[in-house]
């Protein structure tokens, strides 16, 4: 008996689960973006397992480092459970790469950077996910395009404080979180 995959929502952290400022890592800097936690709640109603998955290039460009990445992570972790208490990400899955870096060691075209999928198969591996049922919310049109690598829907959403350019393929272009897990409740 193999057992039961389980279905997943991915969130791009900048963007959609704080206000992204462009390259926000300063814990004083988190700002949640309004109605956010709403969807989170919103998708509770429902076995996702949630995973978040976020391009941080400032790593490999000498802006910050991985563990100022971690201490964020933390405290956006710390304000998400003063709304919702015991919320977890079932994994957290970072890219600290860019071909143009400055640190040596994170200075590579890889595979994990989205629109690629490594961070996405890690994760399926790692947790047994069934990604054809599963969804990708990001601000970028290259989160759609990773969901779209990966063989799931991506859904857009534009008030997260930068303005991207609207992707074609996306299941759904909506202002936050909040309406996206509406949509995903739905399907
Ligand atoms: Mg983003
Ligand atoms: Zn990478």
Redesign the pocket.
């Known amino acids: 008996m193999t057992a039961l995959k389980r279905k997943a929502v991915f969130l ?5 689960l704080n206000i ?1 400022l462009g390259y926000t890592y300063k814990p004083s800097d988190l700002k949640l973006v309004p109605g956010m936690t709403d969807g989170l709640k919103l998708l509770l109603q429902s076995d996702y397992a949630f995973v978040m998955i976020s391009n941080q290039s400032g790593i490999a460009r000498g802006m910050f480092t991985a563990s100022q990445v971690d201490s964020f992570n933390d405290e956006l972790l710390r304000q998400i459970r003063c709304e919702i208490p015991n919320f977890k990400f079932d994994a957290v899955m970072i890219c600290p790469h860019h071909l143009n870096g400055v640190i040596p060691e994170f200075s590579i075209d890889c595979e994990c950077r989205k629109p690629g999928i490594k961070l996405v198969t890690d994760a399926a591996l790692q947790l047994n996910l069934d990604l054809a049922n599963s969804w990708l919310i ?3 049109d290259t ?1 759609v395009e990773c969901a779209i690598n990966a063989g799931m829907r991506g859904i857009q959403v534009t008030r ?1 404080g930068k303005q991207y350019p609207q992707s074609k393929k996306a299941f759904a272009l909506v202002p936050t979180l909040r309406d996206a897990a509406e949509i995903i409740l739905k399907h």
């Open positions: 791009d952290r900048d963007g959609v992204d990001g601000d970028k989160d997260g």
